[in-house]
């Protein structure tokens, strides 16, 4: 692929995407108002916003319910004004951007106060299967602990406040002894102050194993409206927040659009409040990339009740024009593809490019699949049966030309 053929590639994914690049706007001088307040629930004089705080499990940090994801953003000064704007809790991860997520942070919070933010970061724990989310026996804590000594340096931190295991969906991974006795370390040297588990598959029994371990201080999970499972998400957040545990949500807002034409998006703030009522999540990390997003989710402070509008948007559209976004992660569709592929995770990765437009993140999670070649094109008929509906090949055949882009193109 010669230099034009990747930036017409590129093109094509961004096309579909004006509409909802072209809201960006430049902050305006004087617009956020100072820090707020650390503790406690404030309603703020008229030139400044509401903030609610929660206090984050047994960790008890003081964090704002509205924190922010900066998976998606690449804008420094959108990061700043998030920080300027009161939100305290950055989440980010090792593998973010290839590295710059952490480095574009470790810029921002230089000269900070250290105690005026707090950091998450993820590693992920080595080679997983595919098919069952186990570790592999050549799982190398040894290569955990260096790449999370790589994030600290990006990050220009001796320490973050929480480092997590990365994307997890079994009980046994998140359990798997090697690596949580490195993360335990890390917390007895001090470069970590808690540690953490993070999942978006099987969330509830990732919940569980957490409380198990009596281990871990925060759990970082998907949890929308959206989500076929949510109730039994609802009843075991509830459950580790009962041991103490911190739970910070993400995925609140379920692939952004209904529909992949980017058509119909989701209510944001309707989506995060759903999230937020349930007061046994401590916070939320929204991955806003426009100053206007960062406005609207912190908007939801004023009140995090749902107004009747609101609820009304988050029913089902009809008629629903396409399955979305959001894959359930159910994993329903297990086993039926004769290649093996990894299908949920092929669909997560169709969601961060269509939804979140980071590509660089969605060429990442098709490289986690495995995804090789061109194996849709040996079968005469898909046997692929999605519960939500999904044109699972079309989706694979979508995503996966962000093979053919180099990465140097890609956020
Ligand atoms: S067409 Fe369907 S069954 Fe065949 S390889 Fe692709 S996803 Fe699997
Ligand atoms: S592709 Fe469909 S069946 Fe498979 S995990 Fe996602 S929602 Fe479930």
């Known amino acids: 692929m010669n230099r034009n053929d990747s930036l017409n590639s590129r093109r094509g994914f961004l096309r579909q995407g ?43 940090l003081k964090v704002s319910v509205v924190s922010m994801g900066v998976m998606n953003a690449d804008n420094p000064n959108l990061v700043r004004a998030a920080l300027d704007a009161g939100i305290i809790h950055l989440d980010t991860a090792h593998v973010y951007q ?36 186990l570790f592999g026996a ?7 602990v260096e790449d999370f000594h790589t994030s600290l340096r990006r ?3 001796d320490h973050v406040d929480i480092l997590y295991l990365h994307n997890i969906n079994k009980r046994e991974a998140a359990l798997f002894e090697p690596l949580l006795s490195a993360m335990l370390r890390l917390k007895k040297e001090g470069k970590t102050r808690f540690i953490g588990v993070s999942t978006h598959r099987n969330e509830p029994e990732v919940l569980r194993a957490a409380v198990e371990s009596k281990a871990y201080d925060v759990v970082l999970t998907a949890y929308n409206f959206r989500q076929d499972h949510r109730d039994e998400v609802k009843r075991a957040i509830a459950e580790a927040a009962a041991a103490g545990l911190g739970i910070v949500a993400m995925k609140t807002q379920a692939g952004a659009y209904w529909d992949r034409e980017r058509q119909q998006p989701i209510n944001m703030q309707a989506a995060l409040k759903w999230v937020l009522q349930d007061e046994n999540v401590h916070t939320a990390i929204p991955g806003f990339t426009t100053f206007d997003q960062l406005e609207t989710d912190l908007a939801v402070m004023a009140d995090l009740a749902l107004s009747p509008v609101e609820k009304k948007d988050l029913q089902p559209r009809e008629p629903v024009t396409s399955a979305g976004l959001y894959c359930q992660q159910c994993d329903g569709c297990r086993g039926q593809c004769p290649a093996a ?5 092929l669909m997560r990765g169709y969601m961060y490019a269509y939804g ?15 995804l090789a070649g061109s194996p849709c094109d040996d079968c005469a008929t898909c046997r692929v049966s999605c519960r939500q509906g999904f044109d699972v090949r079309a989706k694979v055949a979508d995503v996966a030309r962000l093979r053919h882009v180099p990465d140097d193109f890609l956020v």
């Open 18 to 60: 004006a509409a909802g690049l072209a809201g960006v706007t430049v902050l305006a001088a004087g617009r956020w108002p100072e820090v707020h307040a650390r503790a406690g629930t404030e309603t703020a004089s008229p030139d400044r916003r509401p903030f609610i705080y929660r206090t984050l499990g047994k960790t008890g």
């Open 98 to 133: 290839r590295g710059r997520n952490e480095e574009m942070i470790g810029e921002v919070i230089k000269g900070r106060p250290r105690d005026s933010f707090i950091i998450g970061t993820k590693v992920k724990g080595g080679h997983q299967d595919r098919e069952t989310g």
């Open 138 to 144: 050549d799982t190398s804590a040894a290569a955990f």
């Open 155 to 157: 990050l220009q931190l």
């Open 341 to 345: 592929l990894d299908i949920p995770t």
């Open 356 to 370: 979140y437009r980071n590509l660089g993140a969605a060429k990442a999670t098709l490289a986690e699949a495995g």
